[in-house]
């Protein structure tokens, strides 16, 4: 395997051939906020939290997205990328009802803890605080749109590696919502293997398990399983 | 077929067209339809009939004829008479039209002088079968030359060959962001490997624009000769059509036209008895305006949800289902056949240093001739608007000029000198986009029109990145409010954050661009926010500014 090396915030880093940028920065402890990647899960480039300025293009590139490519020169942590990261945070927490003293994820949450190593302790944008339902069908979860931000972990979790694509998306712009199958409820979904992969990669309350105050969160379940799978691990 | 049966075709067409003693075309396009068009051709062909007039007089139904707001269009051509052009027409005109004919007497009213500006100067291109040739008529396109270019270059051309022709034309893609066509052809021909594919993107969303409407219902055929000819060039065999479910006649125009090239082999295997084989389907949408954005168009044929990724890669390398994919907007498929016939060099002599050829422009809003032209690129602004299009009704005052639809800007009259150039446009904030081009008189309030642009956006941003679906929403609210008179200088503050935020970090280009009516309206009508944030008044008198929605 070739190595490539680059600059990372003016020091020189070695990268794997066809690393991201991303896994380049995590490997020397370089921090990028991320909300969307999900490691051992496809990169979909849609929460823009990650993105990086590269030397030479006027283009920010999302790092999850971006592969290394030898002599890139990269800042990661300038301080336009640190207000956009902000905003979009800021963002977020205006969309939906995001309210912690009353969440389950309150403490594991994700955009929580983005929002508090980023200074962001208020909110300078409308509340646009939509009536979104909640799906309490299944026997085991509970899915909450008000606490949704769009990442499609689950989507992704649940097609890749449980294989089946119970969930996807439905509307578009601020409409969009997560559904099961053709918009039926969980607890009637077909194809849901009710295994809970979806509920232990949500990165906020939106997924969660009923009568629990705190999400049982386990980020590595899929890097394994992955592993294991290329690995063939269980093949007799 | 081969090349002689074709030409036989051609002179028997020809020889028809010749023997007959009028011509009459209607215009079959949208607009004259919606005017009750095709009623007019129908009575056209009745009184034919009636008047035993079948052998000597043709009725055809053509593409648009420009005049939009005066339709029903009817051009009457007698042997080698100057035309006549009859507005707003009717069923029972038209039985006097054919009535008078065999006396060569044609009514004298409702006749539309052609020496008017708004037709001599106009170039075009793109649009000449307008008036000649029948939408649903191969034989009249081949008659008016069609398919000589394709013909010409499977008989003479190797594909670099039409590749650097393309190049040397200095097209440049009519879609939108003026990527150079012929650039854009031998990257897709480099990438290696079978299985390229061709798209013709024809999903044309923004709001108030038919420009590719009118060419598909209007000369279906011109499209598939450019997308043939694009095909040889980079070396694919299957073409996709992706148009949008809204425009049903331009599917059947489409659906007919390529069985009638199909049936004379000029799609399909072995075209023309060449080794060059190319087959196009339709692939429907159903009314994103995101879907238009390529990767979007192309998950959308994938049968996946219409959402846009990020690039690289380019489609040119990875495109439908992985494989390189050239895709390119309707008009500039509709140029490539007179690129071939007259070459690149001939092309290149028109337009500017940068923008070469033609560009069409749907004109739209407060200005008198609304409908099609044509003109060539580097024609100011302000020609466009009060020569051809006639300037502005009711004697009011011109305020502002909108190109690009929503991801474009608004012109002040201060740059009414402006070259239709892709680059002098973008350098006062807006964007040659893809031929919408909107007249505002002083009654339009510009804090308005960016809150109606901003609205689209928001309503058609897919949902995938957080900037484009919750920043348009945002920034839709702050417009709200500047609109309802409850604005404060912060909203104008956190508007040009926002509106730098989703230009900066938004995932594909329509949150990228979704803030330019913002931005433009900021920097040419930036007194206009004043008036709305800090006296409470809209200059226009548009907005109540009580709390309402204007209107
Ligand atoms: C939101 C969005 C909508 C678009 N809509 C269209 C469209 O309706 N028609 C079109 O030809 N190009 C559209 N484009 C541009 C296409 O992505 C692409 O650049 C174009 O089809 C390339 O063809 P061209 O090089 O011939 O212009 C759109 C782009 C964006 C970002
Ligand atoms: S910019 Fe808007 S339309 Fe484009 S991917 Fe993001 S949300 Fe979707
Ligand atoms: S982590 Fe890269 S865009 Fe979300």
Redesign the pocket.
């Known amino acids: 395997m070739s190595v490539t090396t680059l600059t990372m915030n003016g020091t020189l880093v070695s990268a794997a051939e066809g690393a991201t940028l991303l896994a380049v920065a995590r490997e020397h402890h370089i921090p990028i906020p991320t909300l969307c990647h999900f490691e051992g899960l496809s990169e979909v480039g849609a929460c823009r939290l990650c993105l990086v300025e590269v030397e030479g293009s006027n283009r920010l590139q999302a790092a999850c997205m971006t592969k290394a490519v030898e002599g890139m020169t990269v800042t990661t942590n300038s301080e336009t990328l640190r207000s956009y990261r902000r905003q979009i945070v800021e963002l977020l927490l205006a969309e939906r009802n995001h309210v912690c003293a009353v969440c389950v994820a309150n403490h594991t949450c994700e955009l929580q803890n983005l929002a508090v190593s980023m200074g962001v302790h208020h909110v300078r944008y409308e509340p646009q605080a939509p009536q979104l339902s909640m799906d309490a069908s299944h026997p085991r979860w509970i899915l909450d749109h008000n606490r949704c931000v769009l990442c499609t972990r689950c989507v992704r979790v649940c097609d890749e590696i449980e294989g089946a694509h119970t969930w996807d998306l439905m509307g578009r712009g601020r409409h969009t919502l997560v559904i099961s199958d053709l918009h039926e409820p969980w607890g009637q979904s077909e194809s849901c293997t009710s295994c809970g992969k979806c509920v232990r990669v949500c990165p906020t309350g939106a997924l969660f398990e009923k009568g629990t105050s705190a999400t049982n969160k386990d980020p590595h379940f899929v890097t394994y399983l992955k592993m294991a799978r290329e690995q063939k691990l269980w093949n007799r | 077929m081969i090349a002689d049966d074709l030409a036989a075709v051609r002179e028997r067409e020809r020889t028809a067209i010749s023997l007959s003693t009028a011509r009459i075309a209607v215009c079959s396009a949208a607009g004259c339809i919606s005017t009750g068009g095709a009623a007019v051709k129908d009575a056209l062909g009745a009184a034919v009939i009636a008047h035993n007039l079948s052998g000597s007089v043709r009725v055809l139904g053509t593409g648009c004829l420009g005049l939009c707001h005066a339709g029903p269009l009817m051009r009457v051509t007698r042997g080698d008479a100057e035309p006549v052009l009859f507005t707003k027409t009717t069923p029972a005109f038209a039985e006097r039209v054919i009535a008078g004919l065999p006396s060569g007497v044609l009514p004298l009213e409702q006749r539309c002088d052609l020496q008017q500006p708004f037709f001599t100067r106009q170039h075009r291109i793109v649009t000449s079968d307008a008036g000649i040739v029948d939408s649903e008529r191969i034989e009249d396109y081949l008659a008016a030359g069609g398919y000589t270019a394709l013909e010409r270059t499977l008989a003479e051309l190797h594909p670099e060959d039409v590749v650097r022709e393309v190049s040397l034309s200095g097209l440049r ?5 003026g ?1 150079p ?1 012929g650039l ?1 052809w031998s990257t897709v021909a480099k990438a290696a490997g079978h299985g390229t594919f061709i798209v013709c ?1 024809a ?4 709001p108030g624009a038919f420009m ?1 409407r009118s060419v598909l219902e209007g000369d279906p055929h011109r499209v598939l000769e450019g997308m043939a000819i694009a095909a040889y060039a980079v070396g694919a065999e299957q073409g996709y059509i992706y148009v949008r479910g809204e425009y049903p006649l331009a599917i059947t125009r489409l659906k007919t036209a390529i069985r009638q090239a199909e049936r004379m082999q000029l799609l399909g295997h072995r075209i023309l008895d060449s080794q060059f084989n190319f087959r196009i389907d339709l692939r429907i949408g159903a009314g994103a ?2 879907c ?3 990767t979007a168009l192309i998950a959308s044929i994938e049968g996946k949800r219409g959402m846009p990724r990020p690039r690289p890669p380019f489609p040119a390398e990875a495109g439908l289902w992985g494989r390189p994919t050239l ?4 008009e ?1 498929y509709a140029n490539i056949a007179p690129i071939i016939l007259h070459g690149g060099a001939h092309y290149a002599t028109l337009g500017t240093e940068r923008s070469k050829g033609t560009k069409v422009f749907a004109l739209a809003g407060r200005i008198v001739n609304t409908g099609l032209v044509e003109v060539p690129m580097g024609m100011p602004l302000g020609e466009i608007i009060f020569d051809i299009g006639g300037g502005i009704p009711d004697e009011r005052q011109f305020k502002a000029a909108q190109t690009g639809g929503p ?1 474009g800007g608004c012109i002040p009259a201060a740059h009414l000198d402006l070259p239709v150039d892709y680059e002098a446009l973008a350098g006062i904030g807006s964007i040659m986009g ?1 031929g919408g081009l909107i007249v505002m008189d002083e009654t339009s309030c510009m804090v308005d029109v960016a809150r109606y642009f901003m609205e689209f956006c928001r309503d058609e941003s897919c949902g995938k990145c957080v900037p484009c679906r919750a920043g348009t929403v945002q920034m839709h609210g702050l417009l709200t409010k500047m609109t309802h008179g409850t604005a404060t200088d912060r909203d104008l503050a956190l508007l040009e954050q926002l509106a730098e935020l989703t230009t900066r970090t938004s995932l ?3 949150g990228q ?1 979704a803030a330019n009516p913002v931005r433009s309206t900021l920097r040419h009508f930036h007194d206009e926010y004043l008036a709305h944030i800090h006296d409470h008044v809209c200059p226009a008198g548009v907005c109540a500014m009580n709390g309402e929605d204007p209107r």
């Open positions: 893609g009519r879609g939108g962001a990527y066509t854009k993107n999903d044309e969303g923004d590719d305006f995101v238009g954005e390529e895709i390119n907007n309707v500039t991801s893809s594909c280009g329509l661009t």
